[in-house]
């Protein structure tokens, strides 16, 4: 019951951009790579503990990303992913850079009103930037549709592992769409001294997945006061990492209360309300003024 009240003094809106969930039969196995395959069913990644997770911490909307890690389960994995949205959770497409006709696959998302579209390149297996997917991403720019794509190592370095130079490459075959760099475009996924987030144009954001649980809080303040909070998003990378705990990375960071606005929803919001999947209860404009505790 307190915790009610505190997520109604707060009133602030939050939108994670960031989460995973799976068909029941498949949950457990999605928990292998952190060795949770035999957690207790409240824990596994399915919709109703998704949607539980969201009640406690007063999430109002949460983006699943599915991850087609190969070219054969295009079809099933989008399927699910469409079938499982609900009012308050919706669906990126997950697209495998080498399905048998990736154009006719990116109309199908199109066609399944899919929010955005994900990638994963090290479990996918594929070089994001490679020339050879110039035709896949100018038909995405063309379609409009959002990216968000997992950034650094996926817990072991593989020769797949994009960052934010290979987006350099990405952005000239698809220079006008929101491209989201998850895991603070890397930075918590192996830090890189390579790489950096510097030039980088407007339409280039970063999210804040698996932060809390990797990075101390300075650093994660450090990047994102280089890289500017009107380009970071709120993810949790559930079931991976906790909703909670990510909130509260950007609650007690140093930032104003506007610019936690910013990235607990606003930025979302923005990219969301563009591509007409912002829900009519989340309002961008006449928002009033909130405090975040
Ligand atoms: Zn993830």
């Not at 308050?88 to 850079?97: D, K, R, Y």
């Not at 991976?240 to 607990?264: H, N, P, V």
């Amino acid at each position: 019951m307190e915790e009610r009240q505190d997520e109604q003094r707060m009133n602030c809106r939050i939108i994670d951009i960031h989460t995973h969930i799976y068909p029941v039969a498949l949950a457990r196995r999605a928990m292998e790579v952190t060795g949770h395959e035999n957690d207790d069913f409240k824990k596994l990644p399915i919709r109703e503990n998704l949607l539980a997770r969201m009640r406690e911490a007063g999430v109002d909307l949460s983006v699943n990303l599915p991850v087609v890690s190969k070219p054969q389960n295009q079809g099933e994995v989008n399927r699910f992913a469409k079938e499982a949205a609900r009012k308050n959770i919706i669906s990126f497409g997950g697209l495998h850079p080498d399905c048998e006709n990736v154009i006719e696959e990116l109309e199908k998302l199109k066609d399944m009103e899919m929010a955005g579209i994900k990638f994963h390149p090290p479990f996918q297996k594929v070089h994001l930037d490679d020339p050879k997917y110039e035709e896949m991403w100018r038909k995405i720019n063309q379609l409009g549709f959002p990216v968000l794509i997992h950034m650094g190592t996926a817990r072991i370095v593989r020769p797949y592992d994009l960052y934010p130079s290979g987006i350099r490459k990405i952005l000239k075959f698809a220079p006008d769409i929101p491209i989201i760099m998850a895991h603070m475009g890397s930075f918590c996924m192996m830090k890189n001294p390579d790489e950096d987030l510097e030039n980088l144009p407007e339409n280039v954001f970063i999210d804040t997945a698996m932060s809390a649980e990797l990075e101390e809080a300075g650093e994660f303040e450090k990047i994102t006061r280089r890289f500017g909070t009107k380009r970071v998003l709120y993810g949790s990378d559930f079931p991976y990492g906790t909703q909670k705990a990510a909130i509260a990375r950007i609650k007690d960071s140093s930032f104003t209360d506007s610019e936690k606005e910013d990235m607990l929803w606003r930025n979302a919001a923005k990219i969301l309300k563009a591509v007409g999947k912002l829900p009519e209860n989340i309002e961008l404009q006449n928002f009033r003024k909130i405090t975040i505790k």
